[in-house]
């Protein structure tokens, strides 16, 4: 220690031995400065930063020559990613103790590599700018900025402490945990973190996340010495080389790109491809199905069609042929033009060819009926008479031939059937002419013809 | 309960490399010593 007046080195008198100066309270505020680096020290030890940069900056109050303190306050400074405030504080060391200042090492460090100190603006930059999103209220612009700050200077606890704060502000208490337990590794006395963390361990169970294993590098991080040379922890950023870590992420880039490719694009395609084809396929089942029923209604018409053709055949064939209705009429015409002309033979020869069951018309029925009531009677009668004039000449063939008629048109007439059978009987076929005969008796037993019929059965 | 627009006004802007001059120069570098001469200066 040295005197304020004279410079002259001090005993452990309490005035100086060179110029008699009384350094007593000199001596003091020394002393206490001294304390407050050593707690500066220690705390910085415990990386509890927050208070050692307080203790650190109570001891420059004190003594602002105290080098190792303000060495130790910019290396603090710099850790918690306060770039330009351990800048300045070096600066100053520097101006105070140009030579023998190891802060003359951390400046040069910095110097020699622009593009660190390129980034550390960028970086500063781009947390103002997060800091002004933020305070307008934009969260998610605020804390995109934030992580690319975050990125590039992961020790910057301000930094991590508003992406919390932000997470905290969108209800996403849960995010807001890695942050903190980053600025929480980095500073474990800052008021804010600690106050964060409370609030996100009264939503979020945060225990659990302390199973993740500690970053290599925070357990590696150097333990602050004494008062001996403290450097500057070079990040993973400035000490990276460029080159190799370019070639890295661009693999990387590719890898995920492929991955992404493969795994969300691809699938999205042949998914698309799937629908697709589903797609023509239903249209085509769709056209399939509509034929088909379409033929289906075709056959079912042709079937329909065949039929109707088959009734109006068969109902055409009721007009046509011998038993069709216009033979019918026909017949019909020709029975009442003879029955007109009064030949009732000739009327019933018509007759018969009349099929009254293919005729509806009742009118058609009550006509025929009438005719033909008149005609019978007076046809057996006229063939009777024909019969029976045939029969007394002998000629029993032509005979029968007529009674036949006669009996056919079924008029009841015991003269036409007895005659029948005489004439058969005198023709050679007695056996037919019984059959008559016997009919005779049957029907008509109280006549004569039935008395004579049993004569000529006995004989 | 956090509150977000008490919170955000603990945080400031930090200061870039160019403004690091300025901020070493407006430095007040008065110390408990400085304070001491002043008063010895005071007392003679």
Redesign the interface.
């Given at each position: 220690m040295k005197c304020?007046k004279c410079k002259a080195e001090l005993s452990s008198s309490d005035y100086c031995t060179s110029c008699g100066a009384d350094v007593k309270?000199?001596k003091k505020?020394?002393k206490?400065?001294e304390i407050y680096y050593n707690q500066g020290l220690a705390m910085a030890q415990m990386r509890e930063l927050t208070s050692a940069a307080d203790s650190l900056r109570h001891s420059?109050?004190?003594?602002?020559?105290n080098i190792k303190a303000r060495n130790l306050l910019g290396l603090v400074y710099f850790e918690m990613g306060?770039?330009?405030?351990a800048?300045?504080e070096w600066?100053?060391s520097k101006n105070l103790q140009p030579t023998k200042n190891i802060a003359d090492d951390y400046l040069s460090a910095i110097k020699k590599n622009s593009t660190r100190?390129d980034a550390?603006?960028q970086t500063?930059?781009k947390?103002?700018q997060a800091?002004l999103y933020?305070?307008q209220n934009s969260s998610d612009l605020a804390i995109i900025q934030l992580k690319k700050v975050l990125n590039l200077n992961p020790n910057l606890v301000?930094g991590h402490?508003?992406l919390a704060?932000l997470y905290?502000?969108e209800n996403e208490y849960d995010k807001a945990v890695k942050p903190l337990k980053k600025a929480m590794s980095i500073d474990k006395s800052n008021p804010?973190t600690i106050?964060?963390m409370n609030?996100v361990k009264k939503v979020v169970d945060v225990s659990e996340k302390k199973a993740e294993p500690p970053k290599k590098a925070s357990e590696e991080r150097k333990v602050f010495v004494g008062e001996d040379v403290i450097l500057p922890q070079p990040t993973s950023y400035q000490e990276s080389n460029a080159g190799g870590i370019t070639v890295l992420n661009i693999i990387i880039g590719i890898a995920i790109g492929a991955a992404l490719m493969w795994f969300l694009v691809f699938p999205a395609k042949r998914q698309a491809i799937a629908e697709e084809n589903n797609k023509q396929y239903a249209e085509i089942s769709g056209q399939l199905e509509l034929k088909s029923t379409t033929i289906a209604t075709l056959e079912s018409d042709k079937e329909i069609l065949q039929k109707e053709k088959e009734d109006l055949e068969k109902e055409l064939s009721t007009y046509k042929g011998k038993d069709g209705i216009i033979q019918t009429y026909e017949s019909m015409l020709v029975a009442m033009d003879a029955y007109i002309q009064n030949d009732s033979i000739k009327t019933m020869e018509a007759l018969a060819n009349v099929d009254t069951t293919v005729i509806n018309s009742e009118d058609f029925k009550k006509v025929y009926g009438e005719i033909k009531e008149a005609a019978a009677q007076e046809a057996t009668r006229t063939l009777y008479e024909q019969g029976y004039n045939r029969y007394r000449n002998g000629d029993y063939q032509t005979a029968i031939e007529v009674l036949a008629k006669a009996y056919e048109i079924g008029k009841e007439d015991a003269g036409v059937i007895y005659y029948l059978g005489r004439s058969y009987q005198r023709s050679g076929d007695s056996e037919t002419g019984k059959k008559y005969l016997q009919e005779v008796i049957d029907k008509y037993p109280n006549t004569q013809y039935a008395s004579q019929a049993k004569d000529y059965i006995k004989n | 309960?956090?509150d977000?627009e008490e919170?955000?006004k603990?945080?400031?802007?930090?200061?870039?490399?160019?403004?690091?001059e300025d901020?070493?120069y407006n430095?007040d570098?008065?110390?408990?010593?400085?304070i001491?001469?002043e008063l010895l200066k005071e007392k003679e």
């Open positions: 304020y309270v000199y505020i020394i206490s400065s420059l109050k004190l003594n602002k020559n306060e770039a330009v405030a800048l300045s600066v100053i100190l550390i603006n500063i930059k947390y103002n800091l933020a305070q301000k402490l508003l704060l905290m502000k804010l106050k964060y609030e | 309960m956090i977000f919170e955000i603990k945080f400031h802007p930090s200061l870039e490399v160019e403004e690091a901020a070493i430095n570098l008065t110390d408990g010593i400085d001491m001469l």
